[in-house]
Nanobody, 124 residues
């Protein structure tokens, strides 16, 4: 079991930036893959970005490629999502998730552990 705690959400104007953090505990993080997902009101949860902790391989949704960056801090067992050039359509609750099998996958069903979510609101 992996415990995940997100932070860093908030309200920002279009074109601005935010950095989300996800602190992981309860399992050796080097064996994990971590992902960020988001869910807007009335929409399904969608994949945003993922990183395999060991090796740092990353993968992004086309909608955020070039604007968002996922990274990890080994010393802090924390994964970050740096979000730049934010758009109103990026407004959603953002969730951190962990895959104990370390697959670099975009499917939410492959992630066994989830954080509580953090709200990101981008005003136009």
């Amino acid at each position: 079991q992996v415990q995940l705690v997100e932070s860093g959400g908030g309200l920002v104007q279009a074109g601005g930036s935010l950095r989300l953090s996800c602190a992981a505990s309860g399992r050796t993080v080097s064996s994990l893959a971590m992902g960020w997902f988001r869910q807007a009101p009335g929409k399904e949860r969608e994949f945003v970005a993922a990183i395999r902790w060991s090796g740092g391989h990353t993968y992004y949704a086309d909608s955020v490629k070039g604007r968002f960056t996922i990274s990890r801090d080994n010393a802090k067992n924390t994964v970050y999502l740096q979000m730049n050039s934010l758009k109103p359509e990026d407004t959603a609750v953002y969730y951190c998730a962990a895959d104990i099998h370390a697959r670099l996958t975009t499917a939410s069903r492959d992630f066994e552990n989830w954080g509580q979510g953090t709200q990101v609101t981008v005003s136009s």
